[in-house]
T-cell receptor
Framework: EAQVTQNPRYLITVTGKKLTVTCSQN?????MSWYRQDPGLGLRQIYY???????DKGDVPEGYKVSRKEKRNFPLILESPSPNQTSLYFC???????????????FGEGSRLTVL | QKEVEQNSGPLSVPEGAIASLNCTYS??????FFWYRQYSGKSPELIMF????GDKEDGRFTAQLNKASQYVSLLIRDSQPSDSATYLC????????????FGSGTRLSIRP
């Protein structure tokens, strides 16, 4: 089954304790992206990756890191989480956004993070 | 000005009526436009995409694009209670083909 898998789905942590949210897709997609969703603000892009070893900042990258060492995986790292990073996080993947592809994003189920 | 703007709603529509959802965008060179549906607590799912000016129909859904006026809309005919959800407009901006920018979403409620 084609899917994007995120883990953990739910996490409560404390300020300053490093955490990683994993994201894996089995569709051989080039493009992967992380979004956070907050009430009234919609989906805001954190980081994206066009392919292996190619990453770039989205609109709200502060406090986050990513890496893309393999095509299928795109982990999101919070080195020192703070309460303002409490949010619902979505990983998404797509075929390349050019070359006639539709650009449809396939989303993971989301990871709800609470930083105390 | 936000890059993609939507009325947050809630938009309340009686069952069986037409629901009309609107979205405006700021990047005049934007190429691709998407409508995602998101049920409460779930991830977004694509319901329509459109590239060219005009209408595109898929079942009860019609997407309309007017690049000159920089707006895209979604019509839902014969609205059903199962259509109650938040609808997210998304744009693949010309200025950065690697970014898909979302609006904040319109909450739609279909009342029986």
């Amino acid at each position: 089954e084609a899917q994007v898998t995120q883990n953990p789905r739910y996490l409560i942590t404390v300020t300053g304790k490093k955490l990683t949210v994993t994201c894996s897709q089995n569709m051989n997609h080039e493009y992967m992206s992380w979004y956070r969703q907050d009430p009234g603000l919609g989906l805001r892009q954190i980081y994206y990756s066009m392919n292996v070893e190619v990453t770039d900042k989205g609109d709200v990258p502060e406090g986050y890191k990513v890496s893309r060492k393999e095509k299928r995986n795109f982990p999101l790292i919070l080195e020192s989480p703070s309460p303002n990073q409490t949010s619902l996080y979505f990983c998404a993947s797509s075929l390349a956004l050019t070359g006639g592809n539709t650009g449809e994003l396939f989303f993971g189920e989301g990871s709800r993070l609470t930083v105390l | 000005q936000k890059e993609v703007e939507q009325n947050s709603g809630p938009l309340s529509v009686p069952e069986g009526a037409i629901a009309s959802l609107n979205c405006t965008y700021s990047d005049r060179g934007s190429q691709s436009f998407f409508w995602y549906r998101q049920y409460s607590g779930k991830s977004p799912e694509l319901i329509m995409f459109i590239y060219s000016n005009g209408d595109k129909e898929d079942g009860r859904f019609t997407a309309q694009l007017n690049k000159a006026s920089q707006y895209v809309s979604l019509l839902i005919r014969d609205s059903q209670p199962s259509d109650s959800a938040t609808y997210l407009c998304a744009v693949n901006a010309y200025s950065s083909a690697s970014k898909i920018i979302f609006g904040s979403g319109t909450r739609l409620s279909i009342r029986p």
